[in-house]
């Protein structure tokens, strides 16, 4: 069986969710296609056949859904007022002003006054009536066959001017709605315009201008000072600061050298560089952060699912009421006309549209501004999950940590010709501690020096003989035996390790030198970051760590964590973290991705650090921090409870406003435009309701 390949589209016009589903329904429908999946948060389908555009067009042409492949430029943008159904929402404003003057002058019944509307409704309504009566000819029951029910009905009882209403607010309601959503989904289309469509490549000894879908992995990138780097690399020649905002949101340029790592999209600000290209355009770290936007956009969280099951029962009740409503006061000797017109507003008021879009429209905005500032987030789900937080785990080494050791503390007669002695015999070992002393050397410039018979000690520390001299290195044990240490010394000493410090001793003949303290330092924000966590209302911070209890505690007490559990093997990590949730519910792991995986995968939010360089971080937490920094958490804990918050608030919207419209058939005072103004400030209010968590920043 031959497996037909999946093609990728993306939609213009594509403003409410009903009419997504019922797209995707279409499309599903056509003779060649096997399935087909509509990502209404990015604009986008998957079809898995042999459709073409112009089948799948006509799928959406109850809409007037365009259609592009991924590849081609973006559809041609066309302003607010130029799109053709504003247009005609402004010629139909103009046959309601004229008609509702006429009705004035002469009566509502007036044949140029119902001349006027019916133009009104025509103009304004067209799109509208030609999808609600195809909808109606297959039962198929939704925003648009409601009101071309209602404003069929307005007109066969004579509230022509009602109708005409109904029709100009709900294309203003079609056409607020459209523009809102395409500001919602703007951080999608920023992000696509990020990386440069060409890039400036060597070949054959001749820099040459190629698309970068035709560049190759081990090409090699021209990047001039003022350019965007076009493809994912590693610098082979320059030095230059590279502006990162775009990828991991850090707000100030990096400096990157020979054999750093950089990443498409990114713009390089001062020197020239040569960057041998790693990746093809399709797997660069922008296009896989798009891709998995668009499909954390698509993903349902717990609350979308629980709308669009309310949602399947809610329109078949709204349509059962309008008809009792119309139905049963007649029957018990009220006017038929009255409650016919009484029903046709409930069926406005009860359009789904607000209800149905109240919780997308609010996911799509939160994790589109999420990622504009480094950070993905997976879908839905974790975006609620990080807003019912209520404890968080952190791995210490390279999380709270640099995850390098640094040189923290020199102690010797005379501190520069003491390193240079020490660096110049660690320069021979592979050691991560003789590494941080060689580092420490350079940054001081200081030059080693020759050494002669350089010999590592297995679990000691290393020796060498320099200017005739034996020095040896390592340990406080293994030196303490060799040399005579003074009590005073030692007494330091312990207190460096107390604070978290590894200490290290040196001896010149077997006589005591002087000691260098190495630790892995603690992020300069990790400390803030934990504060306003705390204010964010995290009840519960917990460091989870291999290390020793000493240096764990040590670092504990310099940030203020809850507590700290040391010693802990991957398995006991896991249970650390089955603990937590038993006793706060929902817990956060923070990690590097890579390590403790057990750990992240048992927490209810898995959150990896430095995403940007690493694919298992993209690819398996459910968000990563693609900046090698925390700084971003509580901006994503913030940014996460406003997004549930406003989704309580959509749902209330919706419903309220529409329970409210409904009472007002108990005095009757319900009318269609009252019933489409319900409608409309539902669907308006959740929508720019939701447009505000694009306001939420670091």
Known sequence: ?????????????????????????????????????????????????????????????????????????????????????????????????????????????????????????????????????????????????????????????????????????????????????????????????????????????????????????????????????????????????????????????????????????????????????????????????????????????????????????YTPAIIMIAILVAIIPPLFGSDWQTWIYQGLAVLVVGCPCALVVSTPVAIVTAIGNAAKQGVLIKGGIHLEEIGRLQAIAFDKTGTLTKGYPEVTHVEADAPKDFIQKVMSIEIYSQHPLAKAIVKYGAKEHIQSVEIEHFQSVTGKGAEGIVDGTKWSVGSVSWISTISTVSFEVIT???????????????????????????????????????????????????????DDKRTANAIATKLGLTDVEAELMPEQKLFAIKALKEEYGTVAMVGDGVNDSPALAAASVGIAMGGAGTDAALETADVALMADDLDKLPYTIRLSRKALHIIKENIMFALGLKIIALLLIIPGWLTLWIAIFADMGATLLVVLNSLRLIRINK
């Open 1 to 313: 069986m031959v497996k037909v390949a999946k093609q990728e589209y993306r939609l213009e016009n594509l403003s409410c969710a009903n009419c997504a589903m019922k797209f995707e329904q279409n499309i599903k429908k056509l003779p060649d296609v096997e399935d087909a999946t509509v990502n209404f948060g990015a604009s986008k389908v998957s079809v898995i056949g042999k459709a073409t555009i112009g089948d799948i067009e006509k799928a959406g042409a109850f809409d007037g859904i365009k259609v592009t492949t991924v590849k081609q430029s973006q559809l041609e943008k066309i302003p607010f007022f130029k799109r053709k159904e504003n247009i005609l929402t402004v010629i139909s404003f103009v046959f309601l002003v004229i008609g509702i003057i006429a009705s004035f002058t002469y009566e509502e019944a007036h044949p140029l006054s119902i001349g006027l509307f019916m133009i009104s409704i025509v103009v304004g309504g067209f799109d509208l009536f030609r999808g609600g009566l195809a909808n109606l000819s297959r039962f198929y029951f939704d925003m648009k066959s409601l009101m071309t029910i209602a404003i069929i009905g307005a007109a066969i009882i004579g509230e022509w001017r009602e109708g005409a209403v109904v029709v100009f607010l709900f294309a203003v309601s079609e056409a607020l709605e459209a523009y809102s959503m395409n500001k919602a989904r703007q951080s999608i289309s920023h992000l696509m315009d990020i990386a440069p469509p060409t890039a400036t490549i060597r070949k054959d000894g001749k820099l040459i201008e190629v698309d970068t879908e035709f560049i190759q992995i081990n090409d090699v990138l021209i990047v001039k000072p003022g350019q965007k780097i076009a493809m994912d690399g590693i610098v082979l020649k320059g030095t230059s600061t590279i502006n990162q905002a775009s990828i991991t949101g850090e707000s100030l340029p990096v400096m990157k050298s020979v054999d750093d790592e950089v990443f498409a999209g990114t713009l390089n600000e001062e020197g020239s560089l040569e960057v041998r290209v790693t990746k093809r355009v399709e797997d660069t770290t922008i296009a896989k952060i798009i891709h998995l936007v668009e499909e954390a956009q698509a993903e349902k969280a717990p609350s979308q699912k629980f709308v669009d099951k309310f949602a399947k029962y």
């Open 492 to 546: 330091k000493i312990e207190r460096l390790q107390t604070e978290g410090n590894t200490v290290m001793l040196a001896s010149a003949d077997g006589v005591y030198q002087g000691f260098i303290a190495v630790a892995d330092p603690i992020r300069e924000t990790s400390v803030n970051v934990l504060e306003q966590l705390k204010k964010a209302g995290i009840k519960h911070t917990v460091m989870l760590t291999g």
